[in-house]
């Protein structure tokens, strides 16, 4: 029974930490552009997000939840580059920006208009930086009492928009491929990334709860792994199908934010604007707490505690708080080509690490992600105009999974190439 009330605490504190910004607002828009094919687009987006954040919380625990673990055997400059970047994004650069920019507009602008963006800023990471600072309690804190009451409020406008819903479903979607929609959508959310972050958390509480034994705790996380990716299809399902119901209401060209704002009017008329101000506050804050935390941890341990956590999570509050002034559409429109360039290689660590026991020559590992970083490279160069169209012509680029095939080629080379070690 214990485990049970363990797994539970700690898969909803996961859910919690997981679903932010991006998760609240990407699967509504995903519903509205794809119509009557939302089912397709939610496919797309599932396993861009919770598919691959499951392997990386299997590959994160099977390192006893250090991302450096997980990265270690790409090499030791670019496994360091790497966990930088991956933390940073997750950190004071993107992800943790962004979930105060989005509860500033939606869950404040719409109750208090006017209300001094920077002043929110300071108050949003104040809290961050209280619930964060003892890294220990930050599991408990989230899964105990902030997630139920984030999943209550999130059961309400979703049924809501099941019982009545808000009109027809276009039988057209407004964009061409809508399954790679919904896989570039569930980039945009970074939870795979935030995966392999978070794993430190999960595996730091699991072993203040006194389980001691390795295997355990890989199970436990796993487990607890499995109830977050549960809860998120659920809430990924009706937010998707919520967005799918206003489909002929709205184009494609409405800003994101505002359309979960709208569809909550509409079903809930201003109580809606309350219940949604306290679904984007939690869903945000957890996910900043957890963030915060993970980042405080990965760079303690990177410099051997010469940086203090304390003064890490200081910091990126501190930085956060700047950059969550942009706005949430500034943020999103330049964490694109970034995740775009650092994911494949993170996606192919963490495939690779899942074999890792069975791969003895380190070159896989190294060729590889190297092959990843490439063609991720030329891809986003493609995209900034730099005519590279070869790119587009590999195996799987209609799936935006241009980087499999030269990834798998490069790996099987490395693996007739001796490691010096």
Same mark, same amino acid.
């Given at each position: 029974?214990?485990?049970?009330?363990?797994?539970?605490?700690?898969?909803?504190?996961?859910?919690?930490?997981?679903?932010?910004?991006?998760?609240?607002?990407?699967?509504?828009?995903?519903?509205?552009?794809?119509?009557?094919?939302?089912?397709?687009?939610?496919?797309?987006?599932?396993?861009?997000?919770?598919?691959?954040?499951?392997?990386?919380?299997?590959?994160?625990?099977?390192?006893?939840?250090?991302?450096?673990?997980?990265?270690?055997?790409?090499?030791?400059?670019?496994?360091?580059?790497?966990?930088?970047?991956?933390?940073?994004?997750?950190?004071?650069?993107?992800?943790?920006?962004?979930?105060?920019?989005?509860?500033?507009?939606?869950?404040?602008?719409?109750?208090?208009?006017?209300?001094?963006?920077?002043?929110?800023?300071?108050?949003?990471?104040?809290?961050?930086?209280?619930?964060?600072?003892?890294?220990?309690?930050?599991?408990?804190?989230?899964?105990?009492?902030?997630?139920?009451?984030?999943?209550?409020?999130?059961?309400?406008?979703?049924?809501?928009?099941?019982?009545?819903?808000?009109?027809?479903?276009?039988?057209?979607?407004?964009?061409?491929?809508?399954?790679?929609?919904?896989?570039?959508?569930?980039?945009?959310?970074?939870?795979?990334?935030?995966?392999?972050?978070?794993?430190?958390?999960?595996?730091?509480?699991?072993?203040?709860?006194?389980?001691?034994?390795?295997?355990?705790?890989?199970?436990?996380?796993?487990?607890?792994?499995?109830?977050?990716?549960?809860?998120?299809?659920?809430?990924?399902?009706?937010?998707?199908?919520?967005?799918?119901? !206003? #489909? &002929?209401?709205?184009?494609?060209?409405?800003?994101?934010? $505002? +359309? *979960?704002?709208?569809? =909550?009017?509409? %079903?809930?008329?201003?109580?809606?604007?309350?219940?949604?101000?306290?679904?984007?506050?939690?869903?945000?804050?957890?996910?900043?707490?957890?963030?915060?935390?993970?980042?405080?941890?990965?760079?303690?341990?990177?410099?051997?505690?010469?940086?203090?956590?304390?003064?890490?999570?200081?910091?990126?509050?501190?930085?956060?708080?700047?950059?969550?002034?942009?706005? !949430? #559409? &500034?943020?999103?429109?330049?964490?694109?080509?970034?995740? $775009? +360039? *650092?994911?494949?290689? =993170?996606?192919? %660590?963490?495939?690779?690490?899942?074999?890792?026991?069975?791969?003895?020559?380190?070159?896989?590992?190294?060729?590889?992600?190297?092959?990843?970083?490439?063609?991720?490279?030329?891809?986003?160069?493609?995209?900034?105009?730099?005519?590279?169209?070869?790119?587009?012509?590999?195996?799987?680029?209609?799936?935006?999974?241009?980087?499999?095939?030269?990834?798998?080629?490069?790996?099987?080379?490395?693996?007739?190439?001796?490691?010096?070690?």
């Amino acid at each position: 029974m214990r485990n049970i009330k363990d797994i539970m605490v700690v898969g909803f504190a996961l859910f919690a930490m997981f679903f932010g910004a991006g998760n609240l607002i990407f699967p509504p828009f995903l519903g509205l552009v794809s119509g009557s094919s939302w089912l397709t687009g939610f496919a797309g987006f599932v396993l861009a997000d919770v598919g691959l954040a499951l392997l990386a919380i299997l590959a994160a625990a099977r390192c006893n939840g250090e991302v450096s673990k997980v990265l270690s055997r790409s090499g030791k400059n670019l496994s360091v580059i790497l966990g930088c970047a991956i933390m940073i994004c997750l950190g004071p650069l993107l992800a943790i920006p962004r979930t105060a920019a989005t509860t500033f507009e939606m869950g404040i602008m719409p109750l208090f208009e006017g209300f001094n963006p920077v002043i929110f800023s300071i108050i949003f990471f104040i809290l961050t930086l209280m619930l964060t600072i003892k890294p220990s309690k930050v599991v408990d804190i989230i899964g105990s009492f902030l997630t139920p009451t984030l999943l209550i409020a999130l059961a309400i406008l979703i049924i809501s928009g099941i019982l009545n819903p808000l009109g027809e479903i276009s039988t057209t979607p407004m964009i061409e491929n809508v399954f790679v929609e919904g896989i570039n959508q569930g980039y945009q959310t970074m939870d795979t990334l935030g995966a392999v972050a978070l794993s430190t958390v999960v595996i730091a509480t699991i072993s203040n709860k006194g389980y001691k034994d390795d295997k355990l705790k890989v199970k436990l996380t796993l487990q607890a792994g499995i109830v977050a990716s549960i809860a998120l299809c659920l809430v990924y399902g009706g937010l998707a199908y919520l967005g799918a119901t !206003v #489909s &002929t209401k709205y184009g494609a060209d409405i800003v994101q934010t $505002s +359309l *979960i704002v709208n569809i =909550t009017s509409m %079903l809930l008329g201003q109580p809606g604007k309350i219940i949604l101000a306290v679904i984007v506050g939690l869903a945000c804050l957890t996910t900043s707490i957890g963030l915060t935390s993970a980042t405080g941890q990965y760079f303690t341990k990177l410099t051997n505690g010469k940086l203090r956590y304390e003064i890490v999570v200081t910091v990126v509050c501190i930085f956060s708080a700047i950059v969550s002034n942009f706005g !949430v #559409s &500034t943020i999103i429109q330049f964490s694109a080509p970034i995740l $775009s +360039l *650092i994911y494949p290689a =993170t996606v192919t %660590l963490i495939v690779l690490t899942l074999f890792g026991n069975k791969i003895n020559n380190d070159n896989v590992f190294k060729f590889a992600t190297y092959a990843a970083l490439i063609v991720s490279m030329l891809t986003v160069a493609n995209d900034f105009n730099i005519s590279i169209p070869f790119v587009l012509k590999l195996p799987f680029a209609s799936f935006g999974f241009n980087w499999i095939v030269p990834v798998t080629i490069a790996g099987f080379i490395g693996n007739f190439i001796p490691d010096k070690k």
